[in-house]
């Protein structure tokens, strides 16, 4: 049973930094497609961006050239380096791991089906003001 535990919310000012984390457990992390996504109040959840098995990325407009998407494999744990934050990227955000082994597609396929191809994590909450 996989479990995706996400850490390193808060809250910052606009143009400040903050770095979440992923930890998992339960699977090779090197072999599953991670993303992470967000969900303001009232509105949808929103894929920001993602990594392959290969460290191939991508990226939403929104946060193309602020955030960065990284894994370690040795410490299953994946990370998103938020900087130059705006009020606009208040939200939960959430980590997701694609379940089937070297899957691939737009954000991991995680976007499709309301996520049901994907694990997700609980959420930590960032608030930027």
């Known amino acids: 049973h996989v479990q995706l535990v996400e850490s390193g919310g808060g809250s910052v000012q606009a143009g400040g930094s903050l770095r979440l984390s992923c930890t998992h457990s339960g699977y090779t992390s090197s072999r599953h497609c991670m993303a992470w996504f967000r969900q303001a109040p009232g509105k949808e959840r929103e894929a920001i961006t993602s990594i392959t098995t290969y460290s191939g990325t991508s990226y939403a407009d929104s946060v193309k050239g602020r955030f960065t998407i990284s894994r370690d494999n040795a410490k299953n744990t994946l990370y998103l380096e938020m900087n130059s934050l705006k009020p606009e990227d208040t939200a939960m955000y959430y980590c997701?791991?694609?379940?089937?082994?070297?899957?691939?597609?737009?954000?991991?396929?995680?976007?499709?089906?309301?996520?049901?191809?994907?694990?997700w994590g609980q959420g930590t909450q960032v608030t930027v003001s």
């Open positions: 997701a791991m694609r379940t089937e082994p070297r899957a691939s597609g737009l954000y991991c396929g995680c976007t499709v089906s309301n996520g049901v191809l994907c694990n």
